[in-house]
């Protein structure tokens, strides 16, 4: 029997010093949100250590008690646990009432890190609400122009002011930032550079100038949908399979080692308890390999996350995006 590396016990340090496991497990629900406590208690069981959630989504409460379940019956520490949110754009007035809310939905004091979820402002009230707010057209309500405004940056300076001026959070970081949203944040921000910039990645969405972007910047790029979304589409490529049968593994471990073994961070999300079990090992793929699965969508990009509070942020692919330049 092959003995493999573990995905789960490979870790990379922030710019700002703080630690981070590479593979999370991601908690975005699709239609059974109380399932999630049993998708994270089962992951913890595995060997993740990373939790990935948000607002947005509507599981932190089962996020919070599945962590409570972890740490009672001794399963692992709150410290061995690296817990993220996101602060959704409705929110971007009222942060720390967004942050205040998941650390209470948690059940936790802290929370590892916390990420800008779109650099766009929306327009919500005091509690977020409505989260995607739509005119009698069809069209989102934003408080700044989705294109040129600045509002973003602002939205970003007071994630900044909320970690200096308290202790529950250790790391900022932002989500779906574009190359031209990320060189104007930088310019603009208060203190911190953020640690990772979240984005839809895998070997059918090749974006190799935000990768090195971000790498040339210190800030750490951690894919979400690494599989493609529902259907898991990038699983049948033709590449993915022939090297899960030279490795003897499944299609899905090789594309979580497509990122981690270049350095990225890699969010993961199954209903299935059994594949969030099996999807830890870590098959050495040579430098050769890793380049031709970047090679798989070169000819053909193709996004599969093309929401309307996407539109105008200036990334590739995106389709419906009449606003981008």
């Known amino acids: ?19 981070m496991p590479t593979l999370g497990l991601g908690t975005v629900h699709e239609g059974d949100a109380p399932d999630v406590k049993n998708q994270v208690v089962a992951a913890v069981r595995a060997g993740y250590r990373h939790i990935d959630t948000a607002w947005y989504y509507g599981s932190e409460k ?3 008690e599945a962590l409570k379940q972890i740490q009672e019956e001794g399963i692992a520490k709150r410290e061995d646990l690296f817990i993220t949110t996101k602060v959704w754009p409705s929110f971007h007035h009222h942060p720390e009432r967004s942050i205040d809310d998941s650390l209470k939905e948690l059940g936790i004091d802290y929370i590892d890190m916390v990420l800008q979820h779109w650099p766009i402002c929306l327009s919500g009230d005091a509690n977020g609400l409505p989260p995607t707010p739509f005119d009698n057209k069809g069209k989102l309500i934003y408080d700044d122009d989705p294109v040129n405004g600045t509002g973003y940056i602002k939205f970003y300076n007071r994630l900044e002011d909320y970690k200096f001026n308290t202790e529950k959070v250790k790391s900022i970081g932002v ?16 203190r911190y550079i953020p640690v990772v910039n979240q984005i839809e990645y895998h070997p059918q969405l090749p974006q190799k100038d935000l990768v090195n972007f971000c790498e040339n910047n210190g800030i750490i790029v951690e894919a979400y949908s690494p599989l493609g979304g529902t259907g898991a589409p ?34 993961i ?6 594949r969030i079990k099996t999807n830890i090992k870590l098959p050495p793929l040579t430098l ?20 309307p509070w996407g539109y105008g942020l200036g990334f590739k692919w995106w389709e419906g995006d009449t606003l981008s330049k």
């Open 175 to 190: 989500s779906n930032y574009s190359i031209s949203r990320l060189e104007l944040l930088l310019k603009n921000r208060k």
């Open 1 to 19: 029997m092959i003995k493999y590396d573990l995905s789960t016990d490979v870790k990379i340090t922030l710019n700002d010093g703080n630690v």
């Open 234 to 267: 990038v699983l049948r490529a033709p590449m993915i399979n022939e090297l899960a049968a030279k490795y003897q593994v499944s299609p899905n471990e090789i594309a979580i080692a497509y990122h981690i073994l270049e350095g990225r961070s890699v969010l």
């Open 62 to 64: 089962y996020v919070g």
């Open 288 to 307: 050769e390999e890793l380049a031709s699965l970047y090679d798989v969508g070169v000819k053909r990009p193709t996004r599969y996350t093309n929401d």
């Open 269 to 274: 999300r199954s209903s299935n308890l059994g």
